[in-house]
């Protein structure tokens, strides 16, 4: 599902230019699968070699409780298998906490969407979108290395079997990235 921020479909709004995502909600074979996503329950981690989170509007706000999530994505990596994020949906690393209690990115560098991006997007909607930012939360998780480009600037790190893009316009980079990693895992 697509928040209304992030649809290209919602009337005057910010990313009616999105062709890849227009593509995508318009195919005869791939807009079905966004109306039958499995729900996070029916998820078999054993199924996929990777999991790609995407960004968006939304996570910040939805990702923060879900519980559910959390433990999926760290299912993920303690089984061995590739975690990628990119944009705000690197805000789920905020709260991802492995089965010892320890933060995902815990003696990590990773990246996500920065407060220079999200003064842009504020700006351009004349208003503070948000209560809390990835990078600002970040910068108090101890034992966490959050590294960020100006905005809008493509930038992708991986570090092991995590993998993160800074904003939409680090797709190709992060997905390189991902496909290194399930190259050597």
Known sequence: ?????????????????????????????FAPLLKNTLPIASVNVDDYDAVWVAGGGGPLLTFKDDVALHKLIADFYESGRIVATICHGSSLLLWTRLSNGRLLVEGKKWTGFS???EEEVNAAFGMKLNDYTIQ????????????????????????????TGQQQYSSELTAQLVLEALDEY
């Open 1 to 29: 599902m697509i928040d209304t921020h992030s649809d290209p479909r919602t009337p005057n709004g910010a990313y009616a230019d999105d062709l890849i995502t227009l593509g995508f909600v318009n195919h005869a074979k």
């Open 115 to 117: 407060d220079e991006e």
């Open 136 to 163: 600002g939360e970040a910068a108090g998780l101890a034992g966490t290395t959050f590294l960020c480009r100006g905005a809008d600037e493509p930038f992708a790190i991986r570090d092991g079997r995590l993998t």
